[in-house]
């Protein structure tokens, strides 16, 4: 089935740096969102996107939609021991189709 | 949070034995879905549920059938367990036309 395309893959990064992560796709997409997922628990939203080119930002988290509207960029600034986790984009090709696209998921590991 | 529960947490079970699992939802929310994950495959869709007795096949749905009888209760039976769906299952749940999907916490299967 359609995939997006997560990258990267891993990330492995010292506490207080940057992080960027992005999801791209060869179709295009009415809504992005992203998740968060810890060890032995389910996936938690962290930020929703509906809109080309729209920047909308949690806390340290910004995330954009894409202009062309087959990707999406998430950035954590200032990074913290509890950012350790999975991230997955998750995206939306038709609206009120109720059904999402996922990400292979980037995995974050944070050195103190 | 949003009010998801997913019973049991944790199963195991034995090849050919039948096997339900059962997602619980407090927020009246129309939509409901059920997801299996596994390592290198990220988040893969089963079946999803669009209304009391209005259920749809996703992308993995061989092996798997579902039910919803109240809004609430979401479902999903193996009829005769394999070890290939030896995974971790999530509940999903979405009122959103934008398609935002809330998780709940998981059920760890594991088929001997």
């Known amino acids: 089935g359609q995939q997006l395309n997560q990258s990267p893959q891993s990330m492995f990064i010292q506490e207080g740096e940057d992080v960027s992560m992005n999801c791209t796709s060869s179709s295009i997409f009415n809504t992005w969102l992203w998740y968060k997922q810890d060890p032995g628990e389910g996936p938690v939203l962290l930020i929703a996107?509906?809109?080309?080119?729209e920047l909308t930002s949690n806390g340290r988290l910004t995330a954009q939609f894409g202009i062309t509207r087959k990707d999406s960029f998430l950035n954590i600034s200032a990074s913290i021991p509890s950012d350790v986790g999975i991230y997955f984009c998750?995206?939306?090709?038709?609206?009120?189709?109720?059904?999402?696209?996922f990400g292979q998921g980037t995995r974050l590991t944070i050195n103190p | 949070d949003a009010g998801i529960t997913q019973s049991p947490r944790h199963k195991v079970t034995e090849t050919g034995t039948p096997v339900t699992l059962r997602c619980h939802q407090t927020e009246n929310h129309r939509y409901m879905y059920w997801y299996r994950q596994d390592p290198g495959h990220g988040l893969r869709l089963i079946h999803y549920s669009y209304g009391v007795k209005d259920t749809d096949k996703g992308e993995v749905s061989d092996g798997y059938s579902v039910s919803r009888s109240k809004t609430e209760d979401f479902l999903l039976t193996l009829e005769s367990a394999t070890s290939s769906q030896t995974s971790v299952y999530f509940c999903?749940?979405?009122?959103?036309?934008?398609?935002?999907?809330?998780f709940g916490p998981g059920t760890r299967l594991t088929v001997t």
């Open positions: 998750a995206g939306q090709m038709i609206q009120g189709a109720q059904k999402l696209v």
């Open positions: 999903a749940i979405s009122g959103a036309q934008g398609g935002e999907q809330y």
């Open positions: 996107l509906y809109k080309a080119g």
